[in-house]
């Protein structure tokens, strides 16, 4: 089946620890996203990918760090810089490219919890 | 991109049709109106978009009002399992491949 997979599921981390997040795609989508969701609220977006070997910052960047070495990947590492990283993460992605219409598609999420 | 205003929450009756409002008065010309909705604990799910005419698919139904300002989705026959957030975004050409989701509608279908 063709999709997007995240994980873990959940995830817990220590005080002043890195985690990292896994995000694979196989629907040879060029573009990858990774948004946070806090309770009750909308998704922000983090880092985004539009072609391997290149990613942008989104609206909070700080305190986390992405690489796109392949296409169907694309991992983000929450540092020990967030100091508020207890929320549930979301990847996406997308076909890509300069196209007026653009649908993503997600996820199932992974929740993250600080010890 | 256009901002999008929606009421917070909504009820409808299992069976019946939920019609949710969205308003983005402010939408150019050139920017397109996404549903997306998200069931708990779950990442969103993409519904339906369209840009002036309406649209329909096997999830659902997209009415753009003529001047663009507003749109309703359409859940013809709402389940218990279409209770979720749905969010109306609002996208243009300039925003890159960037999507920005408000907070949503909260949709309670009950028995």
């Known amino acids: 089946d063709g999709g997007i997979t995240q994980s873990p599921k959940y995830l817990f981390r220590k005080e002043g620890q890195n985690v990292t997040l896994s995000c694979e795609q196989n629907l040879n989508h060029d573009a990858m996203y990774w948004y946070r969701q806090d309770p009750g609220q909308g998704l922000r977006l983090i880092y985004y990918s539009q072609i391997v070997n290149d990613f942008q910052k989104g609206d909070i960047a700080e305190g986390y760090s992405v690489s796109r070495e392949k296409k169907e990947s694309f991992p983000l590492t929450v540092t020990s810089a967030q100091k508020n990283p207890t929320a549930f993460y979301l990847c996406?992605?997308?076909?890509?490219?300069?196209?007026?219409?653009?649908?993503?598609?997600f996820g199932p999420g992974t929740r993250l919890l600080v010890l | 991109d256009a901002k999008t205003t929606q009421p917070p929450s909504m009820d409808c009756a299992e069976g019946r049709a939920a019609n949710l409002p969205c308003n983005h008065s402010?939408?150019?010309?050139?920017?397109?109106v996404y549903w997306y909705r998200q069931i708990h604990s779950q990442g969103p799910q993409y519904i339906i978009h369209g840009l002036k005419n309406n649209e329909t698919n096997e999830m659902a139904s997209l009415i753009i009002t003529e001047d663009r300002k507003s749109s309703t989705l359409i859940l013809p026959h709402a389940t218990l399992r279409d209770t979720a957030v749905y969010y109306c975004i609002v996208r243009g050409p300039n925003a890159g491949n960037m999507l920005t989701f408000g907070g949503g509608t909260r949709l309670m279908v009950k028995p």
């Open positions: 402010t939408i150019s010309g050139n920017e397109y």
């Open positions: 996406a992605s997308s076909i890509g490219g300069d196209r007026d219409q653009e649908t993503q598609y």
